[in-house]
């Protein structure tokens, strides 16, 4: 399940065939098809747009929704590609990407339910393959949350 020691840090699935490009657990960061890799990147801002298009979704910090879908999609897309990039962790967890985000909890991401599977990358490992069920401590005070998509898993 873990990457050999002259590969450390990167997970793998076992071997057999998977279920989707990222149902099946770990993204294949090194031989993964990169079809599949940008795929799974997109999944939370495609979860988004399916939300707007079929669901009413409407962020407050977009402004007024424009009448047509086509404009309220075009409005929803600029916008959703202002807020923070997820990196997939695992199936549909994620964190977000660049330097200084550290310590960030793990979001579960499914279209715009989301929810906190972890106060951090340990705590999510716990979670996901030790614990028999999620488990987020009463005590946790919350760091600073991702930009736009925590405010899902508060809303």
């Known amino acids: 399940m873990f990457a050999r020691a002259s590969e450390p840090g990167l997970p793998l699935n076992p071997p057999g065939p998977q279920e989707g490009p990222w149902h099946g657990g770990w993204p294949d960061?090194?031989?993964g098809n990169p079809a599949d890799l940008r795929e799974h990147l997109g999944w939370p801002v495609a979860g988004a747009l399916f939300d707007v298009e079929h669901n009413n979704l409407w962020h407050p910090s977009w402004g007024r929704r424009p009448a047509r879908l086509v404009h309220a999609l075009?409005?929803?897309r600029r916008r959703l590609g202002e807020a923070p990039t997820l990196i997939p962790?695992?199936?549909h967890r994620y964190l977000p990407a660049g330097g200084g985000t550290h310590g960030h909890p793990v979001l579960s991401i499914h279209q715009t339910d989301i929810i906190i599977y972890g106060t951090d990358i340990?705590?999510?490992?716990?979670?996901?393959?030790?614990?028999?069920r999620l488990f987020i401590s009463p005590d946790w005070t919350p760091p600073p949350m991702v930009r736009f998509w925590s405010e899902f898993a508060f809303g």
């Open 89 to 91: 962790v695992y199936a």
């Open 122 to 132: 340990a705590d999510y490992i716990a979670n996901e393959f030790i614990r028999s």
């Open 29 to 31: 960061w090194r031989n």
């Open 74 to 76: 075009g409005t929803a």
